[in-house]
């Protein structure tokens, strides 16, 4: 049961606990926050300078489900897209520890915190992400442990 | 909810609404946040465990958070309407844990519901109260596509800030001696 799609990326097997992901960076800017909160958050304090300023953020920032959206991309388009990926399970423990401001630079690094094989599908591992994103000040803007499904390549054997 | 700390009832149960997603909508925000291959393309997902198309889970819970800014702008309306002022909700911290359980396939409809599960005034920010909430959402054929425990800011209607707070803040204002402070807090 071979998946086209994946044969040829990184499985469970191929990955260490300890190895570290560069995510790159993502330049965020106005039109991106606001066409976010437009259709998700659309709260005062992310879609107009004014009310931002007046608000807890001090100024127009990213939805925090938008920080998250694009730390997210990045991991897909740095790691997850190279790997057999089934599928996130969940998170826990997510911060949003400064807000995102109008032409903030976002980037930083996950760490593949845990590797552990699914007891109910031998045919997946779990494999646990800690998020650690910043912005060009390096504050830390996000952090979380993410839970997704890679495929094992050989179902049932211990890696 | 858009009601003052003090008035926001503990197990207090608020019904969001519903959405249903399409595939459009689906690849769109795929393309921008989780282009990964079940989230984009149709033929290529049948090749997953999920057997075709499914949404991003971000994307499930995007639209959910939407669901709550609608109901929050909503009670602000009927509370207006009623002549009470409505109270004032801030930015969340986090998110404690989210748990993805059934994909959103093409044409489900997902409805979102919410709980107060417990309150307290806010240690870092003077004037604020946190609250926790649950949040569930449930396809048309009643199996659970995720729950999350979430925190947000509600603002206190009868707080008065303490003299040495005033003072603190006044002194992080100024121009010397407040980056010490912040730095330091």
Known sequence: MTNPVTRDRRHFEDLHIGEVIDLGHIRVTREMIVTFAREFDPFPFHLDEAAAKASLLGGLASSGWQTGGLSLRMLVDSFLNKVASAGGLGFTDLKWKNPVMVGDTIGGTVTIADLRRSESHPQWGIMSLDFDVRNQKEQPVLTMRLANLVETREPGDQA | ?185
């Open chain 2, 1 to 185: 909810m858009t009601r003052w700390f003090e008035d926001i009832v503990i197990d207090e149960v608020f019904s969001l609404g519903s959405h249903t997603f399409n595939a459009d909508e689906i690849i769109r925000f795929a393309t921008l946040y989780d282009p990964q291959y079940f989230h984009l393309d149709a033929a290529a997902a049948q090749h997953s465990h999920f057997g075709g198309l499914v949404a991003s889970g971000w994307h499930t819970v995007s639209v959910g958070h939407r669901k709550m800014v609608d109901a929050l702008f909503a009670e602000e309306e009927r509370l207006r309407g009623e002549g009470r002022e409505p109270g004032v909700s801030g930015p969340s911290p986090g998110v404690n844990a989210m748990e993805f359980k059934v994909p959103v396939r093409p044409g489900d409809t997902v409805s979102y519901e919410l709980v107060v599960t417990g309150k307290r005034a806010s240690n870092s920010i003077p004037g604020w109260g946190l609250l926790f909430n649950k949040l569930t959402a449930t396809n048309q054929r009643g199996e659970l596509v995720y729950r999350a425990d979430l925190v947000g800011f509600s603002k206190l209607r009868d707080y008065v800030m303490p003299l040495r707070l005033r003072l603190l803040l006044a002194l992080t204002k100024m121009p010397l001696i407040g980056p010490l402070l912040k730095r330091g807090s």
